[in-house]
C-alpha cells in the first residue's frame, strides 16, 4: 500500500485538526449551557466546565473565550463583569455572533456598558449578518420604528422578518435532524 502524497496527508491532517477544533467549541458551550439553566449548578460541574473552557480558548477558540465569560457574569456566583467584557469583545472581534449580541443588547439597553445608539446598530448589524435572529428580530423592530437611529423602513424590516422566518424554520430543521439521530428516522404511515 503506497503513501499517499505529502499534500494529501497534509490536507487530511489539516481537517483532523479542524475537526477536532470544532468538536472542542461545540463541548464547551454544551456544558456551559445546562449550567446557565439551572437555578443552582453543582459546584463540581461548574469548575469542570470552566476548565473545559479555559483549556479551549487556550487552544484559540474564540466560542469558549465567550463561553467562558458567564463564569465571571454570575456562574458559579462570581460576578467579576471587569473580567468578562474584555472576554465578549475578544470573541465578537473574531466574529462569534452571538457575543456580537451580548455587546450591542448590552450597548443598547444593559447595565454594563455605556448606553449608546450608534455602538449598539453596529454590533446588531455584525451579528445580523451572521444570521443571529435575535439580532435580525430586534433590527426588524428597529426599522418598523426608527429605533437606533434609523429611518423607518418597512421594506427592510420585511426582508430582516423573512430572515428570522428562514432562521427560525432552519432550527426547526436542525431539531428535527437531532432527533433523528438520537432516535432514528420516522416511521412511515
Known amino acids: 500500500m503506497r503513501c499517499p502524497p505529502a499534500s494529501t496527508r497534509l490536507v487530511i491532517a489539516l481537517l483532523l ?4 477544533a470544532g468538536a472542542r467549541a461545540a463541548d464547551c458551550r454544551a456544558v456551559v449551557r445546562p449550567l446557565l439553566l439551572s437555578a443552582a449548578p453543582a459546584p463540581a460541574e461548574v469548575a ?3 476548565a473545559q473552557c479555559v483549556a479551549e480558548a ?25 473580567v468578562a467584557i474584555p472576554l465578549v469583545r475578544a470573541a465578537a472581534d473574531a466574529g462569534v455572533s452571538e457575543a456580537q449580541y451580548w455587546l450591542a443588547w448590552q450597548s443598547e439597553e444593559g447595565p454594563l456598558l455605556p448606553n449608546d445608539q450608534a455602538t449598539a446598530l ?7 449578518a451572521a444570521n443571529h435572529r435575535l439580532a435580525l428580530d430586534r433590527l426588524a423592530r428597529a426599522y418598523e420604528k426608527g429605533e437606533l437611529g434609523l429611518t423607518p423602513d418597512p421594506r427592510e424590516a420585511l426582508r430582516l422578518r423573512a430572515q428570522v422566518r428562514q432562521c427560525e424554520d432552519q432550527g426547526q430543521d436542525q431539531g428535527e435532524a437531532r432527533r433523528q439521530v438520537a432516535t432514528g428516522p420516522a416511521a412511515p404511515r
Open 17 to 20: 485538526a479542524l475537526a477536532a
Open 48 to 50: 469542570a466546565a470552566r
Open 58 to 82: 487556550a487552544a484559540g477558540s474564540a466560542d469558549a473565550g465567550y463561553q467562558l465569560a458567564f463564569f465571571s457574569l454570575g456562574l458559579g456566583g462570581e460576578w467579576a463583569p471587569d
Open 122 to 128: 453596529g454590533w446588531y448589524r455584525l451579528a445580523a
